[in-house]
């Protein structure tokens, strides 16, 4: 019997001999994460994916020929995706990685004490380096694929922020308000251009007043989109006022040559909400 075949007989009958050990000797100090979970089903469903991992390593010695980031590709997704272990600092899970494979280590220690007189030194050899190597390419296309996860995620989160943080709110019918909240970098600002224009057709919006009063700093380049944005509400027909505008920001419009001729601007929205009355 070959090497790879003897030591997967000897490893396919600890699998979940090595996750209940894994387990009972994890760090549940963890400040966050997957790790520290207390809830039954979050360890249950833990216990469940490690033992996946050792099915899909075991399987390795029975063909080594086969190849080995296939063998893992659908559980790398899984875990990378997981909401848990997104929700886990990397670091942590590169952590338990390295024990795992410490354990495959030692267990092909216990492996040569008990059957190494059967095979040569490079044999054995062979089975160390195959448990290292595996190791590397799954740890580095696990993080691969939980970076682009990560990003998904963020995007999405960002999106939402950006939605919630320039709502057009209906006053009636007619009549909507755009109030901008905090710093607005160009990104924010060319998203809330898009954003408004969108909404203001899809609510029907024919008077949209802007409010500055919460936002505390632009630069020139986010200036200049601003007042592009009540320039592009013109050409579909809406009419803005803006209200709130911050000394600074009236000073930077200036620097830029933006004329406030045709727009209408009040201090407050209290007082264009009056006047519009």
Known sequence: MKVSEKFYEFMKERTWQLTEKWYESLDKSDPSGVYASKDTKVIQTLKEQNHAFHERFCHLFKDVGQDRLCNFELWIEEIAKDEEHLQTPTHFI?????????????????FIRLHGSEFTLDETEFLRELIINTFSIV???????????????????????????????????????????????????????????????????????????????????????????????????????????????????????????????????????????
């Open 94 to 110: 590169l952590r338990e990685f390295f024990r795992t494979q410490d354990q495959y280590l030692a267990i092909l220690k216990e």
């Open 139 to 277: 740890i580095s296309k696990f993080a691969e694929e939980n970076y682009e996860y990560s990003q998904r995620r963020l995007k999405a989160q960002q999106e939402m922020i950006r939605e919630l943080s320039s709502p057009v709110i209906l006053l009636n019918k007619k009549t909507g308000v755009l109030p901008l909240v905090g710093d607005i970098d160009t990104g924010r600002a060319r998203y809330i251009l898009e954003n408004t224009l969108n909404e203001c057709v899809d609510k029907n919006v024919e008077h949209l007043f802007i409010d500055l009063s919460g936002v505390i700093m632009v630069d020139t380049m986010v200036a200049h989109q601003l007042f592009q944005i009540i320039e592009s509400l013109n050409l579909i027909g809406v009419r803005s006022t803006i209200s709130g505008i911050r000394p600074e920001i009236a000073q930077t419009a200036i620097q830029l040559g933006i004329s406030f001729e045709n727009i209408s601007v009040t201090s407050t929205l209290e007082r264009a909400l009056n006047e519009q009355q």
